[in-house]
């Protein structure tokens, strides 16, 4: 036999694939490409938002951001925006689980409403929204003679966060409970675990994550959320006056430093809350033996 037809070809090695195409760039190039990216799109407009407020004393920074008027604003933005996703990060598990768990007639006609507030203008749900619980709505006629008044109160301003924040819980939970193991929920059950241990002791772990992966995208945008809140809130001040709305109003007064220190307020407070959020994410993972 020749030296050829005996030489056996060699197997490739990992690692050797120095000439091998990729889809991507080299790595240099594309994390160049993503720095600039986020510095443009994120870090120069922060940067240029704290740089504004420089322009005030620290007296007329701290009058600025602690008037009345503001600290009432704070108040109802970052309470209804707490509650409502609070209630979100309840009824969104519901509702993603009945989605993924059940069938029933219309189901697909349900999983389509649950992305409506993405679809939809929040000026417009802001409008239906008053238009369905104002004294002489649909609602609103029959629970006004009750003493339940929901337009143009803090209440109304939740309900509104509420509906723009539940497709993000909805979302986040539901690809995670169609990935869910349900023999394990088998086994527990064959070991004689109840209903609770079960969601507690197997289920609630591998979701915990993305709930609170929706809970944070839940409260952040209903913080920053103005077109579906300014009509049904009624605006008024001390009472149902959102800080989004306040920093419109200074706005259009010229007063763009006034507005950017409550801009900058407001940044600095959400920064921080979903810091923690992100750190509870990692902790739960971290703790259920998940990758971080």
């Given at each position: 036999m020749?030296?050829?037809?005996?030489?056996?070809?060699?197997?490739?090695?990992?690692?050797?694939?120095?000439?091998?195409?990729?889809?991507?760039?080299?790595?240099?190039?594309?994390?160049?490409?993503?720095?600039f990216y986020l510095s443009i799109i994120v870090l120069v407009p922060l940067s240029a938002l704290v740089l504004r407020s420089f322009s005030l004393t620290g007296?007329?920074?701290?009058?600025?951001?602690?008037?009345?008027?503001?600290?009432?604003?704070?108040?109802?933005?970052?309470?209804?925006?707490?509650?409502?996703?609070?209630?979100?990060?309840?009824?969104?598990?519901?509702?993603?689980?009945?989605?993924?768990r059940y069938k029933f007639p219309g189901k697909k006609i349900v999983d389509a409403l649950v992305d409506l507030p993405f679809a939809l203008p929040t000026a417009v749900a802001g409008i239906s929204l008053t238009a369905i619980l104002a004294g002489n709505g649909w609602i609103g006629q029959y629970l006004e003679p009750m003493g339940i008044k929901l337009a143009f109160t803090p209440a109304g301003v939740v309900i509104a966060l509420i509906f723009i924040g539940l497709p993000f819980v909805v979302r986040t939970v539901q690809p995670v409970l169609e990935d869910t193991e349900k023999e394990l929920e088998e086994a527990a059950t064959s070991l004689g675990a109840t209903r609770l241990q079960t969601f507690t002791k197997v289920i609630f772990p591998a979701i915990a994550p993305a709930l609170l992966t929706g809970f944070a995208m839940a409260f952040a945008r209903a913080i920053g959320e103005y077109g579906s809140v300014i009509f049904i809130a009624g605006n008024m001040p001390m009472i149902s006056e959102i800080t989004p709305l306040i920093i419109i109003g200074k706005l259009e007064q010229y007063d763009y430093a006034g507005a950017t220190a409550v801009a900058v307020v407001m940044l600095v407070i959400s920064f921080a809350l979903l810091l923690v959020i992100n750190g509870l994410q990692s902790w739960q993972r971290k703790r259920a033996g998940m990758p971080t």
């Open positions: 020749s030296a050829a037809a005996t030489a056996a070809p060699q197997p490739a090695v990992p690692g050797r694939r120095r000439g091998a195409k990729r889809v991507l760039p080299g790595f240099g190039l594309t994390l160049g490409y993503t720095v007296e007329q920074f701290w009058a600025a951001v602690t008037s009345p008027r503001v600290l009432a604003s704070y108040r109802l933005t970052f309470g209804a925006s707490l509650l409502a996703a609070l209630v979100n990060l309840v009824f969104g598990l519901l509702l993603a689980w009945v989605l993924v």
